[in-house]
């Protein structure tokens, strides 16, 4: 089994999550592709962030009928900070002991990892799977590999999708009322809807 990983706020989720997961899935063959929804992030813990009952039913409306997509709860049911060496490892106690665990993230993310908790122990727990952000450059890697020993012999860059879309682009546009529906699955646009989330930039 090859399970990937791929974490975030998902404030809300949209298309960009969605063409990484099935990139990554594609590219390394992946059996499935785990999307864990952020409990308590602790490097934004002080950003405004929308109730977690809001982000994982979004998830679980934009990975309907996507059979590989898988969803875990693991870091909103923890309590306090919410950290990915944690997560990962929670994980991987579930899977049998030849499973493979991959864990996505993007270039800025890469460039940040020094910062991380317990990166050394991550790098040693999983593979890390780098994909491109709009608007960064791919990190010097040797710097990046002096700070956190044995990243190289874990890590898989890929260079697609580069897709340019961000959660803050879909909340600027529904507290602006402008559409949403071409960054975002329907049913997810549909929600945010009906429950009136991101009406006001300091709605949350």
């Known amino acids: 089994m090859k399970s990937g990983v791929l974490g975030g706020t998902f404030d809300p989720i949209h298309n960009g999550h969605l063409a990484v997961a099935e990139e990554v899935r594609r590219r390394l063959g992946l059996d499935e592709v785990i999307f864990v929804p952020a409990g308590k992030p602790w490097l934004r813990m002080n950003a405004p962030l929308s109730a977690a009952t809001y982000r994982v039913r979004m998830v679980r409306l934009a990975i309907a009928g996507r059979p590989y997509c898988k969803l875990s ?97 879909v909340r600027e546009r529904v507290s602006r009322g402008l559409s949403i529906r071409q960054l975002i699955p329907g049913p997810v646009a549909d929600y945010i809807e009906e429950h009136g989330l991101y009406a006001s930039e300091n709605q949350v």
């Open 73 to 169: 709860l693991v870091e909103i049911e923890r309590a306090g900070p919410s950290y990915t060496v944690d997560t990962v490892n929670r994980l991987r106690a579930q899977l049998d002991s030849g499973d493979e665990l991959f864990f996505i993230l993007g270039w800025d993310n890469l460039a940040e990892l020094p910062r991380w908790h317990e990166p050394r122990q991550l790098v040693r727990a999983c593979s890390l799977v780098a994909v491109p952000r709009p608007g960064y450059d791919l990190p010097d890697l040797k710097p990046l590999e002096a700070l956190v020993p044995g990243l190289a012999a874990s890590l898989i860059l890929l260079d697609a999708p580069l897709v340019d879309i961000s959660a803050s682009l």
